[in-house]
């Protein structure tokens, strides 16, 4: 059995008297993508730097494809990819002159052209930089991050300001990589990515980790209700309905009935509207999704559900 990718055993990393990082532990099997989900002032940031091995730590053990990230050196660093939220570029290189240079750094590398044709620049290959979209440089920032081959990729906020074809075309490309074995550490705010994407889901509050999953895993894990949404029938307020085992709430002629029991509840509203010769406008059975079971864990606010 291979060993995983990342083992991270009790990771410390203190700020004067605020620890940004507090007995962290989890691992990251080869080939798995994993992502790490916390809100601001988590501690994500300095985790996923330590593991880069351009933050030290105050305490803990650490491995990065068997290296230890603080002195692993060059031969670390040459085993794994890194995409920044934000990066810069040389303006005057066209994207081939750019990518042909990264690749030129690493003693395993991709080839400049099928990496341009993986992230899907094929047809800007002879562009300059400053001549590219927002979306088309976030690609050959993926394109630069893989240029070296990568074992291990460090994704950061991948698809920030794409649209949402831009970002589904993003995680196909990303899904295209897990497929080739690359293993992939995955930060991000965007919670239906992480569901989509992710093996494994961690969660971090305050430096500490509060839930360690499968996105589906944690979706259930909390027992949160289904909501079913309709609105009501002329003439009917909230006390004309069925007896539910959820609880009815309006927003206007809105209804949410937050439940446990979805199909014991939706059955009732039915047989009640077909039995009264009513209709139920916009019916819909929303079961709990990954975003609700994270705003639940790190107690964030969620409006309108």
Do not use: C
């Amino acid at each position: 059995m291979n060993a995983p990718a990342i083992t991270v055993r009790g990771l410390v990393r203190a700020y004067g008297p605020v620890r940004a990082v507090d007995g962290l532990s989890f691992t990251v099997g080869r080939g798995e993508i994993f992502a790490l989900l916390g809100p601001n002032g988590a501690g994500k940031t300095t985790t996923v730097e330590i593991l880069e091995g351009y933050r030290d730590r105050d305490g803990g053990d650490v491995s990065v494809l068997g290296f230890d990230p603080a002195t692993g050196g060059t031969a670390y660093r040459e085993r794994i990819g890194i995409v920044l939220q934000a990066a810069g570029f040389e303006e005057e290189f066209t994207v081939r002159e750019l990518v042909r240079l990264q690749t030129s750094l690493y003693p395993r590398r991709h080839d400049p052209d099928e990496l341009i044709d993986l992230v899907e620049l094929t047809d800007k290959r002879h562009v300059r930089v400053k001549a590219l979209s927002g979306g088309q440089r976030r690609r050959l920032d993926l394109a630069l991050g893989l240029a070296g081959a990568p074992d291990l990729l460090f994704l950061d906020e991948p698809t920030t300001g794409f649209d949402p074809a831009a970002r589904h075309r993003a995680w196909e490309l990303i899904e295209r990589l897990r497929g080739l074995g690359t293993t992939i550490l995955l930060t991000t705010h965007y919670l239906e990515e992480a569901q989509r994407l992710a093996d494994r889901v961690a969660v971090i509050v305050a430096g500490r980790l509060v839930a360690l999953s499968s996105p589906e895993g944690l979706r259930t894990r909390g027992r949160l209700p289904t909501v079913i949404t309709f609105e009501l029938p002329a003439g009917t307020d909230l006390a004309a309905l069925p007896g539910l085992t959820g609880t009815a709430e309006a927003d206007g002629a809105t209804v949410r009935v937050r439940t446990h029991s979805p199909l014991v509840d939706t059955w009732r509203l039915t047989t009640w509207a077909v039995g009264a010769g009513l209709d139920l406008p916009g019916l819909a059975v929303e079961p709990p999704t990954l975003e609700d079971a994270y705003l639940a864990l790190t107690g964030e606010a969620h409006d309108g559900r």
